[in-house]
């Protein structure tokens, strides 16, 4: 079951969007050709989805990781930082006004 899972998990970055009803079709398939057994399907579907989630989240921390990268390089200022900008500017302003 394992072989056949990781092969599953690894053909693609389409599993990454599986659903729950996508995931309980691909297991009826593989429970029809034998490769899981049919006590077992509920457990597997969990499983799928389990490694679904897990995988969809390491690559949003990858690509989070990898635009803060760039983002530093390019010397391109966050959100945060535009934030904290207007903010002190609106600071000035009011003191001036004084």
Known sequence: ???????????????????????????????????????????????????????RSEIEKIVERTITKVMKKLDIAAKSDIEKLIKKIDELGKKLEK
């Not at 990781?6 to 050709?33: I, P």
């Open 1 to 55: 079951m394992e072989g056949t899972f990781e092969k599953l998990f690894l053909a693609g970055l389409g599993l990454l969007d599986l659903t729950r009803e996508k995931a309980e079709k691909l297991v009826e398939e593989l429970v029809k050709k034998g490769e899981v057994a049919k006590e077992k399907q509920s457990e597997f579907v969990e499983k799928l989805l389990e490694k679904t989630e897990k995988g």
